[in-house]
């Protein structure tokens, strides 16, 4: 496909993890992100993970990239209230200036 | 202080008005970027600049102009406001650097009427 996809929902309990899918369109794309969008408020950069590299881990976050699949996933261990947001994922396709965001998934963490 | 600041925060219009939404930095970047975020659809690149009167369309342009004068400074513009313009605008800067993070205004809600 021509868009980066992801679902647009997902609910999670506390303390569950969180997991959370995207397919992005290149699979020369360089750089893949995780972005996070609190209500009200702008995008911040969660986490990045080269093309290179299959995962990585940072406390709470891992990022699982599959690029033959061209699959990126977000996990979040022992989810909290305070995870509650928008989450998008974004590629920097090859020889693209800018980056290209997919819909976003809205996390809602259940109490 | 924010390093990327957005004004108005908060904007109501009408069809046909011209409208000029302002961003600004701190970060010393040099590439900025205006993007729209509409429900389900994610954010989409209107323009971006990489350097003082350097300007560059997005996806989806049409309808926009921007002007950058200044490194600090990159401005929006609706030339004739139309309500498929109500959205979600975010003002975004990055530097040179490979990974290319993006760090993003806190948005301003527009509304045509």
């Known amino acids: 496909g021509e868009d980066v996809e992801q679902s647009l929902f997902l609910s999670v309990r506390e303390g569950d993890s969180s997991v959370i899918n995207c397919t992005y369109t290149?699979?020369?794309?360089?750089?893949l992100y995780w972005y996070k969008q609190e209500p009200g408020a702008g995008l911040q950069l969660l986490t990045y993970?080269?093309?290179?590299?299959d995962m990585k881990q940072d406390q709470r976050l891992t990022v699982l990239l599959n690029k033959k699949d061209k699959h990126l996933s977000l996990r979040i261990a022992d989810t909290q209230t305070g995870d509650s947001a928008i989450y998008f994922c974004a590629e920097r396709k090859t020889g693209a200036n800018n980056l290209f965001f997919g819909t976003g998934t809205r996390l809602t963490v259940i109490p | 202080d924010a390093d990327v600041t957005q004004t108005p925060r908060n904007r109501i219009t009408k069809t046909g008005k011209r409208i000029m939404l302002e961003c600004s930095q701190t970060?010393?970047?040099?590439?900025m970027y205006w993007y729209r975020q509409d429900p389900g659809l994610g954010l989409r690149l209107i323009y971006y600049?990489?350097?003082?009167?350097?300007?560059n369309k997005g996806e989806i342009s049409d309808g926009y102009s921007v002007s950058r004068q200044a490194q600090a400074k990159f401005s929006l513009s609706l030339e004739s406001a139309i309500p498929n313009q109500t959205a979600l605008y975010f003002c975004a800067t990055s530097d040179q650097q490979g990974r290319n993070e993006q760090f993003f205004g806190p948005g301003t809600r527009l509304t045509v009427l």
């Open positions: 970060k010393g970047h040099d590439r």
């Open positions: 600049s990489f350097d003082v009167k350097d300007i």
């Open positions: 290149d699979s020369s794309s360089t750089y």
């Open positions: 993970i080269f093309s290179n590299m």
